[in-house]
């Protein structure tokens, strides 16, 4: 294997997108695209220059129907990875797994110990209540069970004595509860509402807060398509709006020191060579 560059590495996320583009336009399934992805189409027309990954969204029925109808026989560069596919998965999102390929690192990112593959990610979306104090009820109990999963398995140990004892404590106490069981539990809590009636929906499994990611349905609404790179992908049918409710001033530049490439990938030659 050999190491890819940072422009490499976005070439063969750009291709992995065509396809599960292309895929997606056969089966008729809608999809989005979000956070620095949607970012980089609007500010840059593609990649953001260090950013190393592409992110998409799916309604949840749209999620549902991409696992249901991806067969492996037919993706046979690829892996489809989620709770369903792989009993030691450690996230709640569907990933696509490049074969052939290896991350060397990935900054923050959670990877099993049988699949280190560079991987793209799929979140579902899902409905969120009306209300107030509902939104905060749903909000509070998934952080409660996101803690759960970070005193079960965070391998960090605390500069204060006091609080790594209570983590040890914590992590003790939680050895009888299964990961897979704290994995139901939240996807229960994040599609409770589906099947209601509600004005906006979320992306529960995303690294920003519930309240940033709840947003109006209309805001997402139909996709349109928008120029990334060479192609034209899906997105929000109100990009500037849904950047504008995640980032503030999204067309601000981050300082200097963060403008960085985090991820390193080693891949087979024969993928190197189609890069070129």
Known sequence: ??????????LLLLNVMTDIDDFCTEKDISYYMIGGTLLGAVRHQGFIPWDDDIDIAMLRSDYERFIK????????????????????????????????????????????????????????LDNVPDTKEERNAQREELLRIKRKIG???????????????MKEIRRLLL???????????????????????????CSMSSQYDYNKQ??????YGTPIRIKFENKSFLAPAQPEVYLKHLYG???????????????RVSADENIKEKLK
């Open 214 to 219: 709840a947003m109006e349905r209309a805001i």
């Open 175 to 201: 050895m009888p509860v299964s990961y897979h069981s704290l994995i139901n539990e939240l996807n229960r809590v994040a599609q409770r509402f589906n099947g209601q009636d509600t004005g906006c929906i």
């Open 69 to 124: 109808m991806w067969k492996p026989e037919e993706h046979s560069d690829y892996i489809l990875q989620n709770t369903y596919t792989d009993s030691k998965c450690c996230h709640t999102i569907t990933r696509i797994l490049v074969k052939e390929t290896k991350l060397l690192h990935n900054g923050s990112y959670n990877v099993t110990s049988e699949h280190s593959e560079m991987f793209f990610d799929i979140f579902p």
């Open 1 to 10: 294997m050999v190491e890819l560059t940072p422009k490499e590495i976005q």
């Open 151 to 165: 005193y079960k398995f965070s391998k960090t140990k605390s500069s204060n004595g006091i609080k790594q004892v």
């Open 249 to 263: 001033d999204y067309m601000k530049l981050p300082p200097k020191e963060k403008q960085v490439f985090n991820v």
